[in-house]
């Protein structure tokens, strides 16, 4: 929500009173000043806040790639060890000499 022609003095805590319904909890409400234009600063500082953000994804991306690395053979070399063992051959199918 924004409210038009305020001052940081106009800061504080508020209430909504809605007839039907009864008054809010109190909230406390800040002024902030809405930027006009983009200035050289602000774009600078838009542009180091993109490549930060594509920084971290990089990095999530990376982080992702190496627990797939690591995890994939563990879970490979598991399935394996398992349809191994559930394939063994058994007391009953092994050949003793009479």
């Not at 838009?46 to 920084?55: I, K, P, V």
């Not at 563990?74 to 060890?81: A, D, G, K, N, Q």
């Not at 398992?82 to 000499?97: I, K, S």
Request: proline residues 7%; glycine residues 4%; contains cysteine.
């Amino acid at each position: 929500m924004t409210i038009h022609h305020v001052t940081k003095s106009d800061e504080g805590v508020y209430t909504c009173h809605i007839s039907s319904r009864g008054e809010s909890p109190p909230g406390w409400i800040y002024v902030t000043e809405k930027p006009t234009t983009a200035s050289p600063t602000s774009t600078a500082l838009e542009s180091t806040s993109l490549t930060a953000h594509a920084s971290a994804h990089l990095q999530l991306v990376f982080k992702l790639v190496i627990h797939l690395v690591v995890f994939c053979p563990y879970f490979i070399s598991t399935v394996l060890m398992v349809y191994l063992y559930r394939h063994r051959p058994t007391g009953e199918h092994l050949v003793h000499p009479v």
